[in-house]
Each structure stands twice: as structure tokens, then as C-alpha cells.
């Protein structure tokens, strides 16, 4: 986790220290803009594979399953900002109710972006980081009848990312997000320490207009 908060801040120093004339964003076919692609708008489904890098609430989950959906307004040819809606789904492997459990992580993102290409390929870079604002439930699988949950809390995210240009102003974008939030969970009456902390390893599709 050191090793990529370094890594993003060194490659989003780099880039914000580009002369000033890269910094207005135009229709050009370079930084972010290839085919055409102009428009500060943007949209962006992702689904990616999510593990836990701690316990939750003393617990272990198994891999989890995660969608997100996310707008961008391009600030300019470095910077931009997202916001959308995530959920990630874990099943766990110790039933917290004696019953088979599963947790949602079910929430809001925005934040900051910054982006460039590697010289005038289809092939670039991007780095992201913001809050996300969300709330964790447990449900029973038998029933889906929820269990405990946590209540909306505040916590942040950092991820980074390799974009693809695509014809027609389409995109690829196989990246990673880490994403930590700190709770309470409260539980058959009982309220638990409920820190979440995972990696979400996916892939996203988007378009830009």
C-alpha cells in the first residue's frame, strides 16, 4: 500500500509540473484525446474482483465481487473529477448469526483525477483519489434478510489505472482501487469495531463526450 501512495503521488507530481500550456484542455489528438475524442464529459462502468486486506469486525471474508458507476468532468488535459455509486459484495467465511452470511459495501465515490498519455500512443496513465461515503450491511443468504449494518460513514480511496483509446470515444481501463473506511457495526444488539479495508482489481469501459 506504501509502495502505490508513492507511486501516485510521484507520477501526479510529474504531471502537474508540465508546462502551462499543457495544462488547457483542448480537442487535440494527444493527452487523453485520441480519435477525436473531445468533450470534457465522461462515463465509466467498472467490475473487478475485491479482497480484504484485514479482518472485518474479527472476521475473514472470501473474495468479493464489485461494480461501480462513475461520471467525469475534465477539469482540463491533466485534471478531472468523478463521482458514482460502488457496491462490493463478500461472503464470510465465519457466519457472524450461525446462519451462511454475505456483506455489501454500498456507497458513493468522487474525487480527483489526474491523467496523461505515454507520448502520442493509444496507451496512457490515469491516477485517481477522493472519499467515498457509504455504509456496510450483513445479510443472512437464506433469507437476505440484513442482519447488522454500520450506518453511512466517510472514507477515502486511491486508485490508478492504464487506459485504452478505443474508436468511436470509447475506452479500456484495467486498474486497481484500494479503498479503507473506519465503523462501528452493530450486530444482534451489539456494537463491533468494523474497519474495511480492500483492493478492488478490475477492469472499466467508458466513453467520453
Not at 465515490?109 to 450483513?138: C, M, P, Q
Amino acid at each position: 500500500m506504501r509502495a502505490l501512495t508513492s507511486a501516485c503521488l510521484l507520477i501526479a507530481a510529474s504531471a502537474l509540473a508540465a508546462p502551462a500550456h499543457a495544462q488547457t484542455y483542448t480537442s487535440s489528438p494527444t493527452m487523453g484525446d485520441i480519435d477525436g475524442r473531445q468533450g470534457p464529459w465522461g462515463i465509466e462502468m467498472r467490475v473487478g474482483r475485491s479482497a480484504t486486506t484485514q479482518n472485518f469486525s474479527g472476521e475473514d471474508l472470501d473474495y468479493g465481487l464489485g461494480f461501480e458507476f462513475r461520471g467525469t468532468y475534465r477539469l482540463s488535459r491533466v485534471l478531472g473529477l468523478y463521482a458514482g455509486a460502488s457496491i462490493d459484495l463478500f461472503d464470510a467465511n465465519k457466519d457472524f448469526t450461525g446462519r451462511d452470511n454475505a456483506l455489501a459495501d454500498l456507497g458513493y465515490i468522487a474525487g480527483l483525477t489526474v491523467d496523461g498519455n505515454f507520448g502520442a500512443s493509444r496507451v496512457g496513465w490515469r491516477l485517481h483519489g477522493g472519499a467515498n461515503y457509504g455504509e456496510i450491511k450483513v445479510y443472512e443468504d437464506d433469507n437476505d434478510s440484513n442482519v447488522g449494518a454500520t450506518g453511512h460513514k466517510l472514507g477515502w480511496e486511491l486508485g490508478a489505472a492504464i487506459t485504452i483509446a478505443l474508436p468511436n470515444k470509447w475506452e479500456l481501463s484495467p486498474g486497481i482501487t484500494y479503498r479503507s473506511r473506519s465503523a462501528t457495526l452493530r450486530l444482534n444488539g451489539v456494537d463491533r469495531d468494523a474497519d474495511l479495508e480492500y483492493y478492488r482489481l478490475g477492469i472499466g469501459f467508458g466513453r467520453r463526450f
